[in-house]
């Protein structure tokens, strides 16, 4: 054998020596990055799941505010209809007093809210 081909074994040996610790530098920086990565996504997906039972009891709590809010407006209609039909019982009697001469005193308007 010839000195150069010694020295050329020599260097790929080397060379393939300096690639495989790379390699497992490389290796190693991997796993690492992968428990990383790992651990992150764990965090992810519990914040995710908070972040979705949050989400379901706000709907919720939405819906019972649209029901309460229709259930203030039926009642709100509801006394609208009823001050229109006691207004018009007192337009009534107001004119049948009017009527048969009855003159009562003015009765103190209560203050609307």
Same mark, same amino acid.
């Given at each position: 054998?010839? *000195? !150069? ?9 080397? #060379? $393939? ?6 390699? $497992? ?12 990565? %790992?651990?992150? @996504?764990?965090?992810? *997906?519990?914040?995710?799941? %908070? &972040?979705?039972?949050? @989400? ?8 019972? !505010?649209? +029901?309460? @809010?229709?259930? &203030?407006?039926?009642? =709100?209609?509801?006394?609208? @209809?009823?001050?229109? %039909?006691?207004?018009?019982? &007192?337009?009534?009697?107001? =004119? #049948? !007093?009017?009527?048969? =001469? ?8 209560? +203050?609307?809210?």
């Amino acid at each position: 054998m010839s *000195r !150069f081909s010694l020295s050329a074994l020599a260097k790929l040996t080397l #060379s $393939a020596l300096s690639g495989t610790v790379e390699t $497992a530098k490389q290796t190693a920086w991997l796993k690492k990055h992968n428990e990383e990565l %790992r651990k992150s @996504n764990e965090e992810l *997906r519990k914040y995710n799941e %908070r &972040l979705r039972k949050s @989400n379901e009891e706000f709907a919720k709590s939405n819906e019972e !505010f649209a +029901k309460s @809010n229709e259930a &203030l407006k039926q009642n =709100g209609s509801d006394l609208r @209809n009823e001050n229109e %039909r006691l207004a018009e019982l &007192l337009s009534k009697i107001d =004119g #049948s !007093f009017s009527k048969h =001469g009855i003159n009562l005193p003015l009765a103190n308007k209560p +203050k609307q809210p």
